[in-house]
């Protein structure tokens, strides 16, 4: 069974940083190109990034309103991906989820639970 | 990029069949096959339901249905039942290598 565990969210401070996790099992995630999504409350699910494998070259892609200040990474040893979020804004205040990219366009097969990041003053 | 265009609510009584649009441009929706559906129910994870416009993930119903013409993709539900009321929201590779979100669809089931 794949199974995508976020965590590491919290309340934060604007300008400060959190660095999320998400720990995978089930498949095998040195293969695999996987997203962060997020959804700020009552509002629309908006995507975050990606990170292609290693052996699709490790780049990474970001949408506009975080290219920048966030970072994708992955730790292949340990089956967890990451996401670094410097000069959080309060508009990044949202549940953050991991996704595993099944196609390489986008095909969301797997999520994660989310976790909650809060950016307020 | 900017998100698909996605009725902000549609209804439905049980038995019906419903369907839920999602209009982007040539960039996006009109111009790949890579447009997948996922449904969220309230505090929970979306959850796939069609990708590759039409193809159903094992373990969905095939009450789920999924269309695309020109620049504006469908899904559609038949035989609605009550646990269909959720979100359902659309997405699309884009010419940019991103993917846009539309902006949610909230379902009703009478």
């Known amino acids: 069974e794949v199974q995508l565990v976020d965590s590491g969210g919290g309340l934060i401070k604007p300008g400060e940083s959190l660095r999320l996790s998400c720990a995978v099992s089930?498949?095998?995630?040195?293969?695999?190109?996987m997203c962060w999504v997020r959804q700020a409350p009552g509002k629309g699910l908006e995507w975050v990034g990606r990170?292609?494998?290693?052996?699709?070259?490790?780049?990474?892609d970001y949408a506009a309103p975080v290219k920048g200040r966030f970072t994708i990474s992955r730790d292949d040893s340990k089956n967890t991906l990451y996401l670094q979020m410097n000069g959080l804004k309060t508009e990044d205040t949202a549940v953050y989820y991991c996704?595993?990219?099944?196609?390489?366009?986008?095909?969301?097969?797997?999520w994660g639970q989310g976790t909650l990041v809060t950016v307020s003053s | 990029q900017s998100a698909l265009t996605q009725p902000a609510s549609v209804s439905g009584s049980p038995g019906q069949s419903i369907t839920i649009s999602c209009t982007g441009t040539s960039s996006d929706v009109g111009g790949y096959n890579y447009v997948s559906w996922y449904q969220q129910l309230p505090q929970k994870a979306p959850k796939l339901m069609i990708y590759?416009?039409?193809n159903r993930p094992s373990g969905v119903s095939n009450r789920f249905s999924g269309s695309k013409s020109g620049n504006t993709a469908s899904l559609t539900i038949s035989g609605l039942q009550a646990e269909d009321e959720a979100d359902y929201y659309c997405?699309?590779?884009?010419?940019?290598?991103?993917?846009?979100f539309g902006g949610g669809t909230k379902l009703t089931v009478l």
């Open positions: 997405t699309s590779y884009t010419s940019s290598n991103t993917v846009v």
């Open positions: 990170i292609k494998s290693k052996g699709s070259g490790g780049t990474t």
């Open positions: 590759e416009v039409s």
């Open positions: 996704t595993h990219d099944s196609s390489g366009y986008y095909s969301f097969h797997y």
């Open positions: 089930g498949l095998t995630f040195s293969d695999a190109w």
